[in-house]
């Protein structure tokens, strides 16, 4: 019996897909939106709630979570509907294309249906619960069940939504090429994770041109690069620079990668006029703080900060695309924020991605990630 997708909302030319989302779930939910409006791709958000996000989307549309910086889990919704909609699906469809495995669940149901299901079919399924448990930004701790099979299985009021996910997150491949890459400088990398993200709120889409500048060993480069996005990547650092090359030629040729890099020993005041397509960074965040700074210290490193990067902005604005997004981030130090709205009205920019928080609790200064376009 093989499984079939049950019509949702009596359109047959859409589909649901669900996304199960990491630690930044308000963060990860805009990374999806950018990259679909990137691409003029139709879509349309059912449902967020905690980790869980549902999007229409034209029936047959492709996705690679690879793409994306903070999903963990995406699949397609195969059933919608109310109890007996959903006992009637599972009396037709087999669900799980095996007799023994384990499986995990996303959502907020309980097993029992399922369990009855699998006990009738006589398969031998073990669900399992979460041991890996992830720190969720808002200090909540996500279920991260290791299993063979991953289901979504969430009501909101009468409706049930059933799917299976079909791609997971590697994260071995990702931790690998950033472990192995020629140079690594801890205090100057930006993770993966958030690299994508970033790459994917500035819009950036294969064969674009986009800015990082302030690229340091080539963080957000890298990753742009195996999106298939060309990328120019600007550091005052003259070693800085050396190294981005090093880990960009590195990255090209392990993925065979065809698209061109481009790296230039300058301060950022002076980025050319390329008309870029789009612009993520990573800004320098201040100095490493050893201790928790004072009040007086805090706000003094958030205007400094605010000064040193007006005219920055000023001059991005001018080397890229009228409607060319910048994804940026900024410093947040004991709760204090740049004022993002001063800096827009200073730099004529306008603010598309209102300040997002992303914190670690290890971490003195945490950042806001912005949008401008
Ligand atoms: C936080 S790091 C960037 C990290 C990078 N995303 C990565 O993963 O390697 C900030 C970089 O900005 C550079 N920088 C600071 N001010 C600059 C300026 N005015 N123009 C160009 N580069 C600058 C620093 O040299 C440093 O390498």
Excluded at 17 to 28: A, Q, T, Y
Excluded at 204 to 231: H, S
Excluded at 251 to 268: Q, R, T
Excluded at 292 to 298: C, G, Q, S, Y
Aim: aromatic share 8%; with cysteine; proline share 4%.
């Amino acid at each position: 019996m093989k499984t079939q997708r049950a019509p949702i909302n009596n359109n047959p030319k859409s589909m649901r897909v669900f996304f199960i989302l990491g630690r930044n779930p308000k963060l990860s939910r805009e990374e999806i939106l950018a990259y679909m409006r990137a691409r003029n791709r139709e879509h349309k958000e059912i449902l967020f709630e905690e980790n869980l996000f549902i999007l229409e989307t034209n029936e047959g549309e492709k996705f690679d979570i690879q793409e994306f910086g903070g999903v963990l889990k995406l699949g397609q919704i195969l059933c919608e509907g109310e109890e007996k909609e959903l006992r009637e699906f599972m009396k037709n469809n087999e669900l799980v294309p095996a007799d023994k495995f384990t499986y995990g669940i996303f959502g907020n149901l309980d097993s029992e249906i399922l369990k009855e299901k699998f006990r009738k079919e006589k398969k031998k399924a073990i669900l399992k619960h979460g041991r890996q448990r992830m720190m969720m930004q808002e200090g909540k701790k996500l279920e991260l069940p290791n299993a063979d099979f991953y289901l979504f299985f969430h009501a909101v009021k009468d409706k049930i939504y059933f799917g299976l996910a079909t791609q997971d997150y590697d994260y071995h491949k990702i931790k690998e090429r950033d472990m192995n890459k020629p140079v690594r400088r801890e205090q100057l990398a930006i993770s993966p994770r958030l690299s994508k993200i970033l790459i994917n709120l500035s819009e950036a889409k294969p064969r674009d041109l986009l800015l990082d500048p302030f690229c340091g060993i080539g963080g957000i480069l890298q990753e742009a690069l195996i999106k298939g996005i060309n990328v120019y990547g600007i550091d005052k650092d003259k070693q800085a620079t050396i190294d981005a090359e090093k880990n960009l030629d590195w990255i090209k040729e392990k993925y065979a990668i065809k698209n061109n890099f481009k790296i230039e020993n300058l301060d950022s005041r002076k980025a050319p006029d390329l008309q870029f397509v789009a612009i993520a960074t990573e800004t320098p965040l201040g100095r490493i703080l050893r201790k928790k700074p004072n009040n007086n210290e805090a706000k003094q490193i958030i205007q400094n900060f605010e000064a040193y990067i007006i005219p920055i902005l000023s001059k991005l604005k001018n080397v890229k695309k009228s409607k060319a997004k910048i994804a940026i981030t900024f410093p947040v130090v004991n709760n204090l924020h740049v004022d993002t709205p001063k800096i827009a009205q200073k730099t004529g920019l306008e603010v598309v991605m209102k300040p997002i928080l992303e914190s670690r609790e290890d971490q003195f200064i945490s950042r806001d990630i912005i949008v401008f376009q």
